[in-house]
């Protein structure tokens, strides 16, 4: 009687997860893209960041996203309360100040960790 129930639940178990993998649609290109247009996707590897400069427009509202490619690593940037690190690695912010804002990361990360900055520029709209 048990070997029948086991076998019951495993394949109760197995076809709960075929149907579970089919349901999920993957995401058109459009939906990514415009997934995409949305964020500002900042990149880390071992001691720095993918770019020493990015630039958004005053106004915009973007989800702002950390990828961690190699290493583990968080973003600071201080002057708009952007605090990115362990599992909150994505944030929304309204960058209504222009100016250029310093970034750095905020995960003790090796012996490169004090290099570790990149700048944000806001420009006027």
């Known amino acids: 009687m048990q070997k029948y129930l086991m076998v019951i639940l495993i394949t109760a178990a197995a076809i709960f997860g075929i149907v ?18 949305n964020q500002l996707r900042i990149s880390a590897t071992n001691f720095q960041f993918d770019k020493p400069e990015y630039h958004v427009k005053q106004g915009s509202k973007l989800t702002v996203v950390l990828v961690n490619k190699e290493g583990i690593h968080g973003l600071g940037i201080p002057d708009l309360n952007v605090n990115l690190q362990g599992d909150k690695l994505q944030q929304e912010v309204t960058f209504d100040k222009p ?5 750095h990361c905020i995960v003790m990360c090796g012996a490169g960790h004090a290099n570790m900055k990149s700048k944000l520029v806001v420009d006027p709209s």
């Open 20 to 37: 579970a993998m089919i349901a999920q649609t993957p995401k058109s290109n459009e939906e990514l893209a415009k997934e995409q247009k």
């Open 99 to 103: 100016g250029t804002f310093d970034m």
